[in-house]
């Protein structure tokens, strides 16, 4: 069992670890949400919400303001589609094949080492292990989920 100023260093370091993820991974997730098809920005929320089992809860202002930003970078095309009733013009994102290459180089260069075997070994370790009881163990993803 933890002790009680260990279980804080542990959610600490989580809570930290969590933050800076959903931080880097939110427009790696909304540009992955995209290749399936052209979206709207409710849309992408919903899709990166499913893709992270809910751990990135983006709100409506800041994917649109972080897709204006790919918008300018060329990495997705914003089309915007006039509006039947009273409302505003609805944008719909698409992703370009600027974009699909860059999502695609990321991951073969900044996420390849997942899929090595000396990771799956490690994950396998550290997750084969039963950890103290912690609030922030629980429920944690198995291998076999992960994969």
Known sequence: MLT???HRLVEYACKTWADGHVKASLAVF??????SRPQWVGDVQESVREMSRGAMQP????LHRMMRRL???GLVRCVR????GPGAARKIFALTEVGEAA???HFSRSWG???SQSFVH???RVTAKDLPDCACCRGRVRISEWR
Do not use: G, K, P, V
């Not at 909304?30 to 290749?35: G, T």
């Not at 709100?59 to 800041?62: E, L």
């Not at 589609?81 to 039947?84: A, G, L, P, V």
């Open 4 to 6: 009680s100023e260990e």
């Open 30 to 35: 909304a540009m992955l949400a995209l290749s």
């Open 59 to 62: 709100d409506a202002q800041t």
């Open 71 to 73: 918008d300018r970078l």
């Open 81 to 84: 589609y006039e509006s039947r």
């Open 103 to 105: 999502i695609t180089a």
């Open 113 to 115: 080492h997942l899929s």
């Open 122 to 124: 490690a994950w396998r």
